[in-house]
C-alpha cells in the first residue's frame, strides 16, 4: 500500500554538498570500485564453490580403540572424504566473511578516497569560480592564469582569460567611443546655448543677428546630425544579425561615383573610375556603399583643386578589392596606424579645418573608423599606402565567394592602382 504524502507537506532539503559535483564524483568513483571489487570478490567466491565439495561433518562413526593390543574403548571416527569436505565448507565460510567484511570497508574507504581525489580534481573549477566571481563589469582586469598540467581545466581557463581580454578590450573600446562622442556632442551643445542665450537675452539684437545665430545653429546641429548617424551606422553593423545578399562590387562603386560626382566637379576635381564588372561577394550592400563612400568623401575633401581620384575595383588570387586613391597631402608613418582610430584628426585635416567650419562640413572623425568596421564584419581587410605629399590610396580587401573566409590567408601587399 502505498502511503501518499499529506497535500502542502514538502519532503525537507538535502544538504547543499548533495547536489555539488564533488559529490556525484565521488558516489561516482564509489560505486565503480566497489562493482569492480564485488565482481572479483564474487567470482573468485564462485570458483572455489564450483571446484569443491563442501559440506559440514553430520555423520560420525563408533571404532575400537587398540594400543598395544589392549583395547581402551570406543572413540567417534570420521571418514578423510567428510574431513576434506569440512575443511572446504569452513574454507567458504571464512571466504565470505572475509569478502563482506573487505566489501564493506572499500565502500568506506573508496568514499573517502573519491572525496579527496574529486576534490583535488575540482580545485582548478573552484579557482575559474572565485575569479569570476571576483570580475566585475566595471574592473575586467583579473584573470584566472591556472598553473599545471596542461589538460582540459587549463585550456578551459585559458578560454576564459581569453574571452576576458576581448570583453576588456571591447568595454575599453565603448568607454572611449562615449567619452569621445559625449565630447563631441558638448561642443555643438554649447554653441547652440551661447548662441541662443546671446540672442534671447540681448534687447537691441536685430535681424541679421539672429539670422547669424540661426546659421551657427543650424551648422551645430548638423554636425550633431551627422556624429548621430555615423553612431548609429556604427551600432548597426556590430549587430550579430545582418541581411547578407550576392552585392555586386562595380554596382556599388558606381553608385558612390554617381553619389560624389556632383561635389567633386564643384571642387574642382575628376573622377576616374577603373571599374571592373562581375565581381560579387555576400554582403550587406548599403554598408558597403557606405564604405566607399566615405572614402570618396575624404578624397573630395583633402585632394588638391584640378587633381583627380580614382576609384577602382578588381581581384588579386582569391581576393576582391575595391580602392580610392587621391593625390592629397598624404599621411605621415606615425598617423597611418591611427588614423582608423574614432574621432581621430591628424595633421592632414589642417588645411580643410577652416573651411569646414565655414561650410559647415566638419568631420565626425568616425568614417575611417567605420570603414574599418564594415571591412571586417565582411571578413576583408584595409590597407594603406600613403606618403606625405604624394596622396594616399585606401584599399578594402575581401575574400572572394568560395574562398573559404578566414582561411583566405592574408591579401596581396601592393597597391592594385600601381
Known amino acids: 500500500m502505498r502511503v501518499r504524502r499529506p497535500h502542502g507537506v514538502r519532503r525537507p532539503p538535502l544538504p547543499g554538498f548533495v547536489h555539488s559535483i564533488r559529490f556525484r564524483l565521488t558516489v561516482l568513483y564509489s560505486t565503480l570500485l566497489f562493482a569492480v571489487t564485488a565482481l572479483v570478490l564474487g567470482g573468485t567466491y564462485l570458483a572455489v564453490a564450483r571446484s569443491t565439495e563442501a559440506q559440514p561433518i553430520t555423520e560420525t562413526y563408533q571404532a575400537e580403540k587398540y594400543v598395544g593390543g589392549v583395547r581402551f574403548g570406543d572413540v567417534e571416527v570420521v571418514k578423510v572424504q567428510q ?15 572475509y569478502s563482506f567484511g573487505t566489501l564493506g570497508g572499500l565502500l568506506v574507504a573508496s568514499l573517502g578516497i573519491g572525496w579527496v581525489l574529486s576534490g583535488r580534481a575540482l580545485k582548478p573549477v573552484r579557482a575559474i569560480a572565485r575569479t569570476t566571481e571576483e570580475i566585475q563589469a566595471t574592473d575586467l582586469s583579473r584573470r584566472i592564469r591556472l598553473s599545471g598540467p596542461r589538460d582540459e581545466l587549463r585550456e578551459l581557463a585559458d578560454t576564459v582569460d581569453s574571452m576576458l581580454d576581448r570583453l576588456d578590450s571591447a568595454f575599453q573600446a565603448q568607454r572611449r567611443l562615449i567619452d569621445d562622442a559625449s565630447h563631441e556632442l558638448r561642443s555643438p551643445l554649447a554653441i547652440i546655448r551661447a548662441n541662443l542665450d546671446t540672442v ?21 546641429t548638423t554636425r550633431m546630425t551627422r556624429l548621430v548617424e555615423d553612431l548609429l551606422a556604427t551600432a548597426r553593423r556590430s549587430a550579430p544579425a545582418l541581411d547578407d545578399a550576392d552585392v555586386d562590387l562595380a554596382a556599388v562603386a558606381h553608385e558612390s561615383v554617381e553619389e560624389f560626382g556632383s561635389l567633386a566637379s564643384v571642387r574642382g576635381l575628376s573622377l576616374e573610375p577603373r571599374i571592373r564588372d562581375g565581381l560579387v561577394l555576400i554582403g550587406d550592400h548599403d554598408a558597403l556603399r557606405r564604405a566607399v563612400g566615405n572614402l570618396l568623401s575624404n578624397a573630395v575633401r583633402l585632394a588638391p583643386e584640378g587633381s583627380a581620384i580614382t576609384i577602382g575595383t578588381g581581384v588579386a588570387g582569391s581576393w576582391l578589392w575595391v580602392a580610392v586613391g587621391d593625390a592629397g597631402p598624404g599621411l605621415a608613418p606615425h598617423e597611418q596606424d591611427r588614423v582608423f582610430d574614432r574621432f581621430y584628426r591628424g595633421a592632414r585635416d589642417r588645411r580643410t579645418r577652416d573651411r569646414d567650419r565655414a561650410t559647415g562640413d566638419r568631420r565626425t572623425g568616425l568614417g575611417l573608423a567605420i570603414v574599418r568596421q564594415i571591412v571586417e564584419t565582411h571578413q576583408g581587410q584595409v590597407r594603406l599606402f600613403s606618403a606625405e605629399g604624394e596622396g594616399s590610396t585606401f584599399v578594402l580587401w575581401f575574400p572572394a565567394e568560395g574562398s573559404g573566409g578566414a582561411q583566405a590567408g592574408t591579401p596581396p601587399e601592393t597597391n592594385p592602382l600601381g
Request: aromatic share 2%; hydrophobic share 35%.
Open 83 to 97: 574431513v576434506e569436505q569440512a575443511v572446504n565448507y569452513e574454507t567458504r565460510r571464512t571466504l565470505r566473511n
Open 200 to 220: 534671447l537675452s540681448a534687447p537691441d539684437a536685430d535681424e541679421p543677428d539672429r539670422r547669424r545665430a540661426v546659421d551657427v545653429v543650424d551648422r551645430a
